[in-house]
């Protein structure tokens, strides 16, 4: 079956440095990967995506890396700041037509000031 | 934009109690999803919606319905509370499916506890 895992519960950083989660996933099929972002309380929001024809993607502080032979995906978020603490989920769309998401657990980001 | 829009954000059933979570959406989109998370886990998708009148059943359906009557509107129905549908509940919209890769945008979130 389809799966999605994050290699760790939780990641403590110290506010400043650079942040690394990663995720693994199982489906080949797979084409486009999500990262978001869940405070405490509040729906999951969008980060950065990528699809499956490129290894790399930037955004503001935040670059998503795809390695589709070992199938993993990793978040880095730089110069990690207090706001950045949160759970973070890696979906992907598996191989369903209709949009639907396939999430990971989550990784808990701790950032220590 | 108000986005993806969920009520009642807490709500207390007891067992056996029915009850109805609205969503609705003002972006247009085709495309409509119920997920639920437990504590510490990821979400779950329970129904999906790919455009009015067209409902399918996702990872956990049992126990739940929904209706898609609007492209805007998508209530999700529990029938007979029991205490495994304590959870949170999101809804979220998407402008298309797999093909476009395009962004699932979620709800706040609806918390549910049955006694």
């Known amino acids: 079956g389809e799966s999605v895992g994050l290699h760790l519960p939780t990641l403590s950083v110290q506010e400043g440095d650079n942040s690394i989660i990663n995720c693994a996933y199982s489906n080949s099929a797979s084409d486009y990967f999500i990262w978001y972002k869940q405070e405490s309380g509040k729906g999951p929001q969008f980060i950065i995506d990528i699809r499956s024809n490129m290894d790399k993607r930037q955004g503001q502080r935040v670059t998503v890396l795809l390695n589709k032979t070992v199938k993993h995906l990793s978040l880095q978020i730089a110069a990690t700041q207090p706001g950045d603490s949160a759970v973070y989920f890696c979906a992907e769309n598996g191989s369903s037509n209709t949009g639907k998401l396939i999430f990971g657990q989550g990784t808990t980001l701790q950032v220590k000031p | ?115």
């Not at chain 2, 108000?2 to 067992?15: C, E, M, N, S, Y």
């Not at chain 2, 989109?29 to 119920?34: A, D, G, L, Q, R």
């Not at chain 2, 998370?37 to 049992?62: H, W």
């Open chain 2, 1 to 115: 934009n108000a986005g993806v829009t969920q009520t009642p954000k807490f709500r207390i059933l007891k067992i056996g109690q029915s009850m109805t979570l609205q969503c609705t959406q003002d972006m247009n989109h085709n495309y409509m999803y119920w997920y639920r998370q437990d504590p510490g886990m990821g979400l779950k998708l329970i129904y999906y919606s790919v455009g009015a009148g067209i409902t399918d059943k996702g990872e956990v359906p049992n126990g739940y319905n929904v209706s898609r009557s609007t492209t805007e509107d998508f209530p999700l129905r529990l029938e007979l509370a029991a205490p495994s549908q304590t959870s949170v509940y999101f809804c979220a919209s998407s402008s298309a499916g797999r093909s476009s890769g395009n962004t699932i945008y979620f709800g706040e979130g609806s918390w549910l506890t049955v006694v």
